[in-house]
Structures are given as structure tokens and as C-alpha cells.
């Protein structure tokens, strides 16, 4: 039998570090993503605005992510995540002077430059993970973070009730800030490059052809995708669709139809996060036993049955009930995701494809009001962001509708999945 410190011997070196900064943005962002649609509110928009605001947010990535994959692929990537990290944090801080909700779209979209980071940070994680341990690597990333963020939300749903939406938010995003210059910090000292860097010379004339031939490139990118791959990317867009049509207006509902108090909503998320916490990692170890594929397609299937039971809770009962059903659902789902789109993605080209399609480690259906992160890929933009706005237009005119549409989205992912989505019998390294 193998011991624990044999189990886990891939939490170290990159992945440690990127575990410790990752678990601090966690519970910053904990604290304040469940409850940003509520700030939108209190500043004087309503639900059609708030799914304007959650448009924008992705839409810095349009110009940023062709920039991001090359860089990924021709600098020092360590460096590259810290430095984007600074910038964020101090974008962050526009959040905390916003006099209305067009400040706090415009700093949404000013966060897509945070999309820099990302196929960098992606890439060295999967460089770092052997193939057996890309399951129960990314699960326990996420775990580790997920734990220390555990209390988060309560502790946030309680400072909001004291101070009331528009005080504590900006103290929450102040906090925000804070912690993305440490974990920045973190990064630039301890992260270490996993490969050669290429000894081209970096111009803003490069970085303009290089976003020309991201465009232009795209077509003999996906040309070396297989099957499989371009059903992975394709289910992650269909995924983040899910996300960006109902994932701001969950705490909506369940303040103003349930009449759960923030507090309560915090609690909610602090009860999801301990039992995500607790099954991540027997999940992705579970991930990596007995396959990818097979948790893909359970969890499109039973997505599409618990997502809509979410209309019929009536007490806060109800709502853990549900919650907790589909967090169970996601502890396996989103591991297999990620893993199965590192088995599959070619390494000499891993920078810019991340950049393209994203990591794969989408959390579906998620309630905390965030609709971003590493699954997030160039072409998976313009269909969050559509979906982001459609989803403020369906709420407002019916607040059922953002959770109705959900099952035929994800059928069609499960469809895709039955017909084209496989392990493979070598993964890339």
C-alpha cells in the first residue's frame, strides 16, 4: 500500500506554489464573488445590467488571450503570472470607488487582462503533473483551495448584513486587492520555469503580429485537435453557457423568492465548499483509477435533472439539499475535465491552445456569482458573453428561465460526449 506522502508527492515545487497563491485568491474571491450581484444591484442597476456586466467581463480576453498563449509560449512564465497578478489586484481597487454599476463593468472588463496569465499558469501545471496524477493533481489544487476558503462566505454574508451591500462590499474588495499583491508576490519568488525559453526578443510589433496570427491561426490550431479534443472544447463552451445564463442570479432568487438572508446565503456556500473540500480528492483520485470519460458523461446527465430543482426549493433546506447534489456531481466532473483535456492536448503547442479553448476545469452550474477562471478559453467569450447578457434579458422577464434552459444545454453535451469523447490510450505528457 502506498503511503501518504507517496500519494501526494506531485503537491510540491510548482504545483505546491500554485496550490498556496491559488488557496489565497480563493477565499478572496469567496468573499466577494457570491455577493458582486448584489453590489450591481445597490448601485443602481438591475437584472438586465447585471448580466451586462458579467458580458463584459470576458470581453478584455478577446484581444488578450491570442496575446497570452503567445507569450506563454515565448517568455519566462513565472514571471509572466506575477506580473499579471499585480495588474489585477490593482484593477481590483476600482471596485472599491465605483460610484455606480458602470464603474464596476468597466473594472469587469479591464479584469480580461487578467486572462494573460492564464495558459501560462495552465500550462505549467500540466508540464508539472505527470499523466497518472493529473486527476488527483488538479482535484486537490482545488480541494486545498476550496478548504481554506471553506468560511469565506459566511464571514462575508456577515459583514454585509452588519454594514449593509454598498460598505461591505468595498471593504470585501479591498481585502480582494490586498491579497491578489501577496499571492502575486508568492508567485515571483518560488515559481520555477518548466522548460527552455526561447530566445526571441519580445516587441510590440511581435505582440500585434501575434495577435494577428492568433486569428488568423486558429484554423490550423484546431486542425491538430482530435476528436475528442474539439468535444472537450466544445463542452466547456456549452458549460460556461450554463454558467454565464444563471450563475449571478442565483443569490438573487434566493434572496428576493426565497428570502434567504446573506448570511444564510453565505452559510449555504460555506456547507457546499466543506463537502467539495471533502470529496475532491477521493474524487480526482477516482478520476485517475477508472477513467475520465465515464464521470463526463454522468455528470452532463445528472446536471440536467438537479440544475432546474433549484425552482422548486422553498426553505433554506431545500436549497443545501439541491446545492450539495450538484457540488457531488461537480467534485468528479470538473477534475475529469481538466484531466482528460491535458491527456489530450498536444504539448508542443499546449501555451496556445490553453489560450484558445482553456483548461477544461469548468465548475458547472456554479452559485457563486463567478463566470471566469482557467476553463475559460478565446473561443469560449463570445458565448459566455452572450449568454451573460441573455441571461440578465431571461430574468428579468421570467426568473425561471435562466434555470429551465439548462437540461437541453447540457444533453447536448451529453450527446456530444457519448458520441465523440474518449480516453486516450496515450496521454500527452
Not at 448580466?51 to 498563449?69: D, S
Not at 503567445?70 to 517568455?75: I, P, Q, T, W
Not at 455606480?100 to 487582462?113: D, P
Request: glycine share 12%.
Amino acid at each position: 500500500m502506498s503511503s501518504p506522502k507517496s500519494l501526494f508527492s506531485f503537491l510540491s515545487g510548482n504545483v505546491l506554489i500554485l496550490t498556496i497563491s491559488g488557496a489565497l485568491g480563493m477565499f478572496s474571491r469567496s468573499l466577494v464573488f457570491p455577493y458582486a450581484p448584489l453590489y450591481i444591484l445597490s448601485l443602481g442597476g438591475d437584472p438586465s445590467e447585471v448580466g451586462l456586466v458579467y458580458a463584459l467581463g470576458p470581453l478584455g480576453g478577446l484581444v488578450m488571450y491570442p496575446i497570452a498563449g503567445y507569450l506563454a509560449d515565448h517568455v519566462d512564465r513565472a514571471k509572466l503570472i506575477a506580473l499579471t497578478g499585480y495588474v489585477s489586484a490593482l484593477v481590483v481597487l476600482i471596485y472599491v470607488a465605483a460610484p455606480n454599476w458602470k464603474w464596476v463593468a468597466f473594472a469587469r472588463m479591464l479584469q480580461g487582462i487578467g486572462a494573460v496569465q492564464t495558459p501560462a499558469q495552465s500550462s505549467i501545471i500540466a508540464d508539472s503533473l505527470d499523466p497518472s496524477n493529473r486527476g488527483r493533481g488538479n482535484a486537490t489544487m482545488t480541494t486545498v483551495a476550496g478548504t481554506v476558503a471553506l468560511i469565506a462566505p459566511y464571514i462575508a454574508g456577515v459583514l454585509l448584513d452588519a454594514y449593509g451591500i454598498d460598505v461591505g462590499m468595498r471593504i470585501l474588495y479591498g481585502a480582494m486587492a490586498a491579497a491578489g499583491g501577496i499571492a502575486s508576490t508568492i508567485n515571483l519568488l518560488f515559481i520555477r520555469e518548466t522548460r527552455e525559453i526561447p530566445g526571441q526578443k519580445i516587441t510590440a510589433a511581435g505582440l500585434a503580429q501575434a495577435l494577428k496570427d492568433s486569428y488568423s491561426g486558429i484554423p490550423s490550431l484546431l486542425r491538430r485537435f482530435s476528436y475528442p479534443l474539439r468535444a472537450m472544447s466544445t463542452i466547456s463552451i456549452l458549460a460556461y453557457i450554463v454558467n454565464g445564463i444563471a450563475s449571478p442570479f442565483w443569490v438573487i432568487r434566493a434572496e428576493t423568492h426565497i428570502g434567504l438572508t446573506r448570511r444564510a446565503w453565505g452559510l449555504l456556500l460555506m456547507i457546499e465548499q466543506g463537502l467539495r473540500s471533502l470529496i475532491g480528492i477521493p474524487a480526482g483520485f477516482c478520476v485517475d483509477r477508472f477513467g475520465r470519460t465515464k464521470f463526463i458523461l454522468g455528470g452532463l446527465l445528472a446536471y440536467s435533472v438537479l440544475v432546474p430543482l433549484f425552482l422548486y426549493a422553498q426553505t433554506f433546506s431545500n436549497v443545501v439539499l439541491v446545492r450539495c447534489a450538484i457540488v457531488l456531481v461537480g467534485s468528479f466532473f470538473s477534475p475529469a475535465c481538466s484531466a482528460l483535456v491535458a491527456d489530450l492536448m498536444p504539448r508542443d503547442i499546449r501555451g496556445r491552445a490553453m489560450a484558445l479553448v482553456g483548461r477544461g476545469s469548468v465548475r458547472m452550474a456554479a452559485a457563486s456569482g463567478g463566470t471566469g477562471g482557467p476553463g475559460v478559453g478565446l473561443l469560449t467569450i463570445l458565448p459566455l458573453m452572450l449568454a451573460s447578457y441573455s441571461g440578465g434579458v431571461l430574468y428579468e422577464l421570467d426568473s425561471t428561465w435562466p434555470w429551465m434552459i439548462v437540461p437541453g444545454i447540457t444533453m447536448a453535451g451529453f450527446l456530444l460526449a457519448a458520441v465523440f469523447v474518449r480516453d486516450p490510450e496515450v496521454a500527452e505528457v
